[in-house]
């Protein structure tokens, strides 16, 4: 039973440090993605990539916030410094072909900046 | 701004009834998709409907697409307690979405509850 996987899926960090988020899609997905979850504003779209290449990152702040992937394996998302108003729940998904196809989630890393 | 926004907002009901949730859109689309995320997970798949279809089913969810009215309505026929969970559409909208790159934009969800 192919699943995205993300690690941590919890973490708490003082304002300053810098926050680095892994995922390992799904075998043989060619698209990532990374969204993020808040109650005010729902599921944003940080970050796609489509083999390995980002296609679109303009939901991110750019002063921030990283994404790279490595290889096709490994996905990261950084943040540095953290902020307290980036706390929320960072959602990695994979997908196959173009990115309006279906994307399968994994459980999220849940982020809490003091 | 949300390309897709659902209603209501949240929804009870009591176990066996049909639940029906709405989804609204802005603008051209190729595919609608329905999620579902139960508390404290990552959002799961439920049923795809392409731009020229009008009527899905799996199981106990019905889609139905209207693209002229811009809209999609999800419903799910004798509801259980593991029905409860938020539900989310998911819609493509090609050139909506930052850079030109062809991704979903997310609605905020109905919060289903399905009372025993």
């Known amino acids: 039973d192919a699943r995205v996987t993300q690690t941590p899926r919890h973490k708490v960090t003082e304002m300053g440090q810098e926050v680095t988020m892994r995922c390992q899609p799904i075998l043989g997905h060619n698209t990532v993605f990374w969204y993020r979850q808040t109650m005010m504003q729902g599921l944003e779209l940080l970050a796609y990539?489509?083999?390995?290449?980002?296609?679109?990152d303009s939901g991110m702040p750019k002063d921030r916030f990283s994404a790279e992937m490595p290889d096709a394996t490994l996905a990261t998302l950084k943040i540095q410094p953290s902020e307290p108003r980036d706390s929320a729940v960072y959602f990695c998904a994979s997908g196959r072909g173009a990115g309006r196809d279906t994307q399968y989630f994994g459980p999220g890393t849940r982020l809490t900046v003091l | 701004s949300q390309q897709g926004e659902e209603d209501p907002q949240a929804l009870s009901i009591q176990e066996g009834e049909n639940a029906t949730m709405n989804c609204s859109y802005k603008?051209?689309?190729?595919?609608l998709q329905w999620y579902r995320q139960n508390s404290g997970r990552g959002l799961v798949h439920l049923i795809l409907i392409r731009s020229n279809e009008r009527e899905k089913h799996s199981g106990r969810l019905r889609v139905t697409l209207d693209t002229s009215k811009k809209s999609s309505s999800l419903l799910i026929t004798a509801s259980r307690a593991a029905d409860t969970a938020s539900y989310f559409c998911a819609t493509d909208a090609v050139g909506y979405s930052g850079g030109g790159a062809d991704g979903l934009t997310f609605g905020k969800g109905t919060h289903l509850i399905i009372q025993p």
């Open positions: 990539f489509r083999n390995r290449a980002p296609l679109d």
């Open positions: 603008t051209s689309i190729n595919n």
